[in-house]
């Protein structure tokens, strides 16, 4: 029987579609095992995963989580910090199921919660850790310090919504700080969507994705190296911050619109707080920041975009006359400077600063800390948190019946009590958010007494505290003398060369002063402290710090540069040359630093009559750092003064092409071809010279002379 022609197409059809869906269950199987099989290999070849050592995510992963399953040394199961997260977080560990009667606390923020410059121990959460034990006996405690470093409101909360299944009985969290900076560094991944991010995260679990982007990498390294940008002055060793992130001040711009939405995440994340507590049975407690107000000027200040020129210009003229009436000690003269600011331009933070210190030295204690706070408030990179986000915690707290630890109120009330004034500096932050350790104490000594009073913990009141004194002192004691003194020093170390690395000298050198009192004589706290002198113009004392390092650590490096540059600036242009030779020979070739020292060097052979030298010299800085103008005019001076005149006037018109405006440029070339019998050549150079300072005479009578001989 022949097969009617539509049952026939039918089965052809049917045919077909079960090919090809063979094809490709077949082709996903292939590339599956394909992709086992690389992976298997890579494995045996010691290829890691990127996730194994770090966070590529930096915690908007879920799939990478906090804590990872261990067992302990009796064969617990317990969860620890995971090795690609101590970057960010102190390492902590506690059972996976808890034990009978206890209470488990989990701490989240940021660093201070995190407990820099230092670390656990001496955190508020540390001290929780030895205070809870003694105020309520009745319970064991469990204190899990879940601080992670650069952490705000957005990541907080997914670490708290990871914590919520390890049975919590209270969440305490103190998150305000790094709000504006975790949106400007990490704007990426709040971009990104939540399927973009997942799909992503899980390929970064793998071996294979893992040797395609250091193939990658290198192959970028190979193919497109960086150009040095020119010889920059980097402090060596510095901490990759900002704090810990390469996004800086100037990544700031001033911009209301964003600060409110940042504003309302903020809000949002607190709403997302209360809820998770909720559904995780446990008690949340928030805590308000505190930040250092008076001894810590503001990150960045940025001038109104609307103002015009002549505007710009008078409010410089204005505060550069301040910033020299506060050096000659003329207090009230630099009060009505910068007063005279404001009329141009209100919101311009470091003017409220400088009037807060103005007003403090004048013993106008409650103005001064009112423009501290618009200094705080006004801060256009803000690193502390402004007052709107703490009435934001204030406001959630109260909707949602949240106990709330007022640290602020506590602190002010404090510093009242034993400085006679509520204004926060110096007196109990390292930084400019902070803690000292003992405010960390206190702070923990406050959480302690709210904690009671809400009847969050039991345990019996002495003397209408949680904690009698003697108890106090003996805890304080023990937790102080467990303190590694070179692993404190360290820290402040680090601490100084942040401060330093954001330009804040001022704040830099008690941070280096108080290194080396724990680390003497330590290198690089001595450079710390000496490049701060240095740049708040003590030129002398940059000096004796720098021979000290001299005479203590004679190959340190590092210091070779940064010294031999201050001699120059001081024309001690035979001392200079001996450091700067130093670090031309020390530093790694060609590397931005040793094109520095050799800039330096030749120029200081040009400036002491060594001419043939600074040529030699010059020429190898010219090739390692092309269009450069200033090296082209220094190696033109040097050619000049050797007798190789028609190199140096090339060298001088192509410095022209990359500085047509640069006065010294234009009064050199024009006095070399006047010099050479070339004064019609000359005429346009000295023209410029003119134009660029019409007030010279001496510019004007280089014209005259090569308009007359040109006749």
């Not at 879920?62 to 101590?86: C, F, H, W, Y």
């Not at 911050?241 to 949002?268: C, F, I, S």
């Not at 050797?642 to 006095?671: H, V």
Request: with cysteine.
């Amino acid at each position: 029987m022949t097969p009617s022609p539509t049952s026939s197409s039918a089965s052809a059809s049917s045919r077909v579609r079960l090919s090809l869906a063979k094809k490709a269950f077949f082709g996903l199987t292939v590339t599956a095992g394909f992709f086992l099989i690389i992976e298997g290999l890579l494995a045996l070849l010691g290829v890691a995963a990127l996730t194994d050592t770090s966070d590529p995510f930096v915690g908007f992963s879920n799939q990478i989580p906090l804590l990872e399953r261990s067992q302990d040394d009796a064969g617990n199961v317990v969860v620890r910090t995971a090795a690609n997260k101590l970057v960010w977080f102190n390492d902590q560990q506690f059972p996976v199921t808890k034990p009978a009667n206890t209470r488990r606390v989990f701490c989240l923020g940021g660093s201070t919660t995190f407990g820099r410059p230092y670390a656990d121990s001496t955190s508020f959460c540390g001290w929780l850790r030895e205070f809870l034990v003694v105020a309520d006996d009745s319970t064991t405690w469990e204190v899990i310090n879940a601080g992670g470093v650069s952490y705000a409101s957005y990541r907080v909360a997914a670490v708290m919504e990871e914590l919520s299944q390890y049975d919590p009985d209270i969440f305490i969290i103190y998150s305000a700080q790094n709000e504006f900076l975790e949106r400007r560094t990490y704007a990426g991944m709040f971009e990104q969507s939540d399927v973009n991010r997942a799909v992503t995260s899980a390929l970064s679990r793998t071996r294979t994705w893992s040797l395609l982007k250091q193939t990658l990498a290198r192959k970028l390294d190979d193919t497109d190296p960086q150009t040095p940008t020119g010889p920059v002055e980097t402090l060596p060793g510095e901490v990759d911050e900002m704090l810990n992130h390469t996004v800086g001040p100037a990544d700031y711009q001033r911009d209301k619109d964003w600060h409110d939405k940042v504003l309302h995440h903020y809000e949002v994340n607190l709403q997302r707080m209360v809820t998770i507590a909720h559904q995780s049975g446990a008690k949340l407690v928030f805590v308000t920041p505190a930040s250092n107000e008076k001894d810590c000027s503001p990150f960045k200040s940025q001038l109104r975009s609307d103002l015009q020129d002549d505007d710009v210009e008078r409010f410089n003229t204005l505060y550069d006359q301040a910033l020299a009436a506060i050096k000659r000690d003329e207090t009230k003269v630099a009060l009505t400077r910068l007063a005279e600011t404001k009329s141009i331009d209100d919101q311009y933070a470091s003017v409220d600063y400088l009037i807060g210190k103005c007003l403090w030295k004048e013993g106008e204690t409650n103005q001064a800390a009112e423009a501290f706070k618009r200094a705080l408030n006004h801060d256009v990179c803000p690193l502390r948190a402004p007052d709107a986000f703490v009435a934001k915690i204030h406001a959630v707290a109260t909707a949602n019946e949240v106990p709330l630890v007022d640290f602020e109120r506590h602190l002010r009330q404090l510093c009242q009590q034993e400085h006679g004034h509520s204004v926060l500096g110096d007196e109990y932050f390292l930084d400019h958010v902070h803690p000292t350790i003992d405010t960390h104490r206190r702070l923990a000594l406050w959480i302690i007494d709210d904690l009671q009073s809400d009847d969050l913990i039991g345990g019996p009141l002495i003397g209408g505290k949680p904690i009698s004194e003697p108890t106090i002192e003996d805890v304080t004691r023990r937790v102080r003398g467990r303190i590694d003194a070179t692993t404190q020093g360290v820290a402040l170390r680090n601490l100084a060369k942040v401060l330093h690395w954001a330009g804040k000298f001022d704040e830099a050198e008690p941070r280096a002063r108080d290194a080396l009192g724990i680390l003497r004589d330590d290198p690089e706290s001595l450079l710390v402290l000496a490049d701060c002198l240095r740049h708040t113009g003590r030129d002398q004392q940059a000096i004796q710090q720098y021979e000290r390092l001299m005479q203590t650590a004679p190959t340190y490096v590092r210091a070779y540069l940064p010294y031999g540059e201050l001699l120059f600036d001081r024309e001690n242009y035979a001392e200079s040359q001996n450091y700067l030779s130093m670090a031309v020979m020390g530093l790694p070739i060609g590397s931005p630093q040793q094109i520095r020292a050799q800039y330096f060097l030749g120029v200081s052979y040009l400036m002491s009559g060594e001419y043939a030298q600074a040529s030699e010299i010059l020429d190898q800085v010219n090739k390692d750092y092309p269009g450069d103008a200033s090296t082209l005019f220094f190696l033109a001076q040097s050619k000049a003064a050797i007798g190789d005149a028609d190199t140096a006037i090339l060298l001088y018109q192509e410095a022209l092409k990359l500085a047509p405006d640069d006065l010294g440029i234009n009064r050199n070339l024009g006095l070399l071809l006047l010099k050479q019998k070339r004064p019609a050549e000359a005429i346009e150079y000295f023209e410029s010279a003119v134009r660029l300072a019409p007030d010279s005479d001496a510019e004007k009578l280089n014209l005259e002379i090569a308009r007359q001989l040109s006749q």
